[in-house]
């Protein structure tokens, strides 16, 4: 059974950079595309960041284009999400998910991805 830990959450001030990971386990890292969403108290879980399986194809919600990379590597097996210039909206639980083996598209809604971490906290306090 697949598992992605998510780990790097923290309480950052604005304008700070904080990077997240995603751990996968029980399957092999490669053949499918993966993502990270985040949930703000109150509100839906909204995509933020998607790579596809080999990682040569990125894509990223408005209001973080600019300012986070998603990346992989596929030696480690891990997923990242690099973000810079922290801002006070970017508050929220930031998830990793994962798609099934052979879906190596990105894709932005949370209903396209099977697995998903328990999640990882990050809150940016002015």
């Known amino acids: 059974q697949v598992q992605l830990v998510e780990s790097g959450g923290g309480l950052m001030q604005a304008g700070d950079s904080l990077q997240l990971s995603c751990a996968v386990s029980?399957?092999?890292?490669?053949?499918?595309?993966m993502g990270w969403f985040r949930q703000a108290p109150g509100k839906e879980r909204e995509f933020v960041a998607t790579?596809?399986?080999?990682?040569?194809?990125?894509g990223y919600a408005d209001s973080v284009k600019g300012r986070f990379i998603i990346s992989r590597d596929h030696a480690r097996g891990t997923m990242s999400l690099r973000m810079t210039s922290l801002k006070l909206e970017d508050t929220a639980v930031y998830y990793c998910?994962?798609?099934?083996?052979?879906?190596?598209?990105?894709?932005?809604?949370?209903?396209?991805?099977?697995?998903w971490g328990q999640g990882t906290q990050v809150t940016v306090s002015s």
């Open positions: 790579i596809n399986w080999d990682g040569n194809n990125r």
């Open positions: 029980g399957r092999t890292f490669s053949g499918y595309a």
């Open positions: 998910a994962a798609r099934d083996p052979g879906l190596r598209d990105g894709a932005r809604g949370a209903g396209d991805y099977d697995h």
